[in-house]
T-cell receptor, first 115, second 115 residues
Framework: DADVTQTPRNRITKTGKRIMLECSQT?????MYWYRQDPGLGLRLIYY???????NKGEISDGYSVSRQAQAKFSLSLESAIPNQTALYFC??????????????FGPGTRLTVL | AQSVAQPEDQVNVAEGNPLTVKCTYS??????LFWYVQYPNRGLQFLLK??????LVKGSYGFEAEFNKSQTSFHLKKPSALVSDSALYFC?????????????FGRGTSLIVHP
């Protein structure tokens, strides 16, 4: 979905390096999410943010941190990358649940390889 | 607590035949249920959702899903499969009684449609 963009699309890095993945959205949504996808494990939630001042850990937040710089921007950082963080990372957005929509809109993904 | 299961890692079907991708869920209250599709090298795209009302939900690309409360299932169906339907399909659930408004995704089912 072009409304949610992720940079970079592919990244190869070395163990111990710091890396940042960036996500931007033009949908005007308050809620943003970071997931990782691993074969056979589906999508697992890393962090989520319901507005600029709200940051919450997901089920697998260890080794990751996030920054919500603005409503439209949500960055994911790996402070010291390790090989088992090799995965496909997705950013997603959704609007508030008051309208019972809850639909999530995903970016194209970032394929990260840690050597 | 909420959870979702997709019991089949892979579903194979011949083009023109009907297809079913299975999903079962567990919630403490009533569910919101979703299906998403992921084509190769793309992010997840929303297909359809059940919020309330008619148990048969129609979505994009000719897909439909039937909510069955007694069997806690939300199977995805299509009357006539196309080769272009080959993709990874994810079921997701959110408990209406939950306070976090975060959906839980299944592990995904790979659908392969043979010519």
């Amino acid at each position: 979905d072009a409304d949610v963009t992720q940079t970079p699309r592919n990244r190869i890095t070395k163990t111990g390096k710091r890396i940042m993945l960036e996500c931007s959205q033009t949908k005007g949504h308050d809620r943003m999410y970071w997931y990782r996808q691993d074969p056979g494990l589906g999508l697992r939630l890393i962090y989520y943010s319901f507005d600029v001042k709200d940051i919450n850990k997901g089920e697998i937040s260890d080794g990751y941190s996030v920054s919500r710089q603005a409503q439209a921007k949500f960055s994911l950082s790996l402070e010291s990358a390790i090989p088992n963080q090799t995965a496909l990372y997705f950013c997603a957005t959704s609007d508030s649940p008051s309208g019972a929509t809850d639909t999530q809109y995903f970016g194209p993904g970032t394929r990260l390889t840690v050597l | 607590a909420q959870s979702v299961a997709q019991p089949e890692d892979q579903v194979n079907v011949a083009e023109g035949n009907p297809l079913t991708v299975k999903c079962t869920y567990s919630v403490s209250g009533n569910p919101y249920l979703f299906w998403y599709v992921q084509y190769p090298n793309r992010g997840l795209q929303f297909l359809l959702k059940y919020i309330t009302g008619d148990n048969l939900v129609k979505g994009s690309y000719g897909f439909e899903a039937e909510f069955n409360k007694s069997q806690t299932s939300f199977h995805l169906k299509k009357p006539s499969a196309l080769v272009s339907d080959s993709a990874l399909y994810f079921c997701a659930v959110r408990d209406r009684a939950g306070g976090s408004y975060i959906p839980t995704f299944g592990r995904g089912t790979s659908l392969i449609v043979h010519p």
